[in-house]
């Protein structure tokens, strides 16, 4: 057997087109043609070897006799196992009139689009992954920003109960001038009594002395809820600040999100065109 043989109009065409066919396709490809019985033409590539050689008979299950059998076009993966590599093979039965003489069969491998495939499910499950985890952030951020906002309220909150005070320490503080006064006057007048006033001249010093008391601890409050009050008006800013950059970072969570579903519907049609 040798390419001689080769005298139907289809196959010779084709054998003429043989060394041009790699140019149409970018996955390797190999190629037979055949009788009904026997191989006419074996064209192996690179990666391919179809362990067949011109006069070699048919094998069953192998794309050449199966299409003649089916007598239509058909279409079949072999493992890779059988060749070494994956290939998806296309039989086609040639015709004479009615009558079925032989098969055409182009044999491509199908590495590259396994390749294509497996990063497709690779970009799915990163994104998957990607999808879940903006998810438990965006979740996470809404979480403390509430948190956020009831501490915000109480330090609020805080801050006007400080500002309150000042109200109770002037009364005290009016209390203190009162009761100094009061002692003072006290005194003048256990002065007058004399003798007689030694022992209310001794309490009339205790008021006075608790008065003046009084007023330094007022004034130490006072300068303690100060400072108080500053720090919790820094507070208050710190918090309106993360208020701020949790709803920022909200936002760009937003946008990933959007990207990432634009992403998985672009995965969705990989697989779709791998199918």
Do not use: W
């Amino acid at each position: 057997m040798n390419e001689l043989e080769i005298n139907n109009k289809l196959q010779q065409a084709f054998d003429t087109l043989i060394p041009y066919m790699h140019y149409f396709f970018d996955d390797e490809i190999a190629f037979t043609m055949s009788t009904t019985t026997h191989f006419l033409r074996v064209v192996n590539s690179k990666n391919i070897n179809m362990n067949a050689k011109p006069g070699d008979p048919l094998r069953p299950t192998g794309a050449a006799y199966e299409c003649i059998k089916a007598r239509k076009p058909i279409s079949t993966i072999v493992p890779k196992e059988t060749f070494g590599v994956e290939i998806k093979a296309i039989g086609l039965p040639v015709k004479e009139g009615n009558e079925i003489i032989g098969s055409i069969v182009l044999v491509k491998s199908l590495e590259r689009h396994n390749k294509f495939v497996e990063m497709s499910k690779v970009l799915s499950n990163a994104i998957e992954t990607l999808s879940k985890t903006s998810s438990a952030l965006s979740s996470d951020i809404d979480e403390m920003t509430e948190h956020n906002e009831v501490l915000l309220s109480e330090v609020n909150d805080a801050s006007n109960k400080t500002k309150n005070t000042d109200e109770v320490l002037n009364f005290i503080k009016n209390i203190a001038s009162e009761t100094n006064l009061l002692g003072l006057n006290a005194s003048i007048e256990a002065a007058r009594a004399g003798d007689q006033g030694k022992g209310f001249s001794v309490v009339a010093n205790q008021i006075r002395k608790l008065s003046n008391s009084s007023s330094k601890s007022i004034n130490e409050i006072n300068s303690t809820l100060t400072e108080i009050e500053k720090s919790v008006a820094k507070i208050s800013e710190g918090l309106d600040s993360t208020k701020n950059t949790f709803k920022n970072q909200f936002s760009k969570i937003h946008e990933i999100d959007s990207s990432i579903n634009n992403l998985s519907k672009l995965v969705d049609k990989l697989k779709d065109l791998s199918e």
